[in-house]
């Protein structure tokens, strides 16, 4: 006895026939905007490439800098070095004017004639020395009768006497001079005690 056909649709499998072309090839029915594992590959080495390049810049201006900056510190060396050397300039062109009055009134013949105006001269130098130095910041500190300072005065000896207070200075072998705020030579001095009574 022949078998009844079975019906066909009873016995193939059920299939989404939107899985497959027409020609039986498979069609991914996934999100064709999504990148495929070649195009991320490409993308990462483009990335890094990217990445190559900006580290390769940031170090390339590195090492400007660093060249800069050491030119700086040796051209910085150097001035300080021209500053030390001839930073008193100024002060030494100056001082050399008084130089030549002094070299000249030694070049004088003294007489008894003459003695008044040679003496004059000496202290019109030493009036402009002075000014050289107060120009240059350096004046003199007043010692004679004012109070012992350590801080400015240096005693060398002690001297009874009732012309000036005790503690305070009776002469000084050598004055005290200050560049601006600072002293820079303590005066040598002779400091009053009260005389000794008989």
């Known amino acids: 006895m022949a078998k009844k056909p079975e019906d066909k649709n009873n016995n193939e499998e059920n299939l989404d026939t939107s899985d497959f072309s027409t020609d039986g090839s498979e ?16 993308s990462a080495a483009s990335e890094t490439e990217k990445l190559k390049a900006e580290a390769e810049k940031y170090k390339n201006e590195y090492l400007y800098l660093m060249a800069d900056f050491e030119n700086y510190k ?51 130098t030493r009036t402009e020395l002075s000014k050289v130095l107060k120009n240059f910041g350096v004046e003199e500190v007043p010692s004679e009768g004012v109070a012992f300072d350590p801080n400015v005065h240096e ?21 005290a001079y200050k560049l601006h705020d600072r002293v820079v030579r303590p005066a040598q001095v002779i400091v009053a005690t009260p005389p000794k009574e008989s």
Request: proline residues 3%; negative net charge.
């Open 27 to 42: 069609i991914s029915i996934e999100d064709n905007d999504n990148v495929t594992p070649i195009e991320e590959g490409k």
């Open 74 to 124: 040796k051209q910085a060396i150097k001035e300080r070095s021209q500053l030390i050397k001839f930073g008193s300039e100024r002060l030494v062109v100056s001082l050399l004017e008084v130089l030549d009055n002094l070299e000249r009134a030694l070049q004088t013949e003294v007489t008894p004639d003459n003695l008044d105006s040679f003496v004059d001269g000496v202290k019109m």
């Open 155 to 175: 005693a060398l000896s002690s001297q009874q006497t009732e012309d000036v207070p005790e503690g305070h200075i009776v002469s000084a072998y050598k004055k």
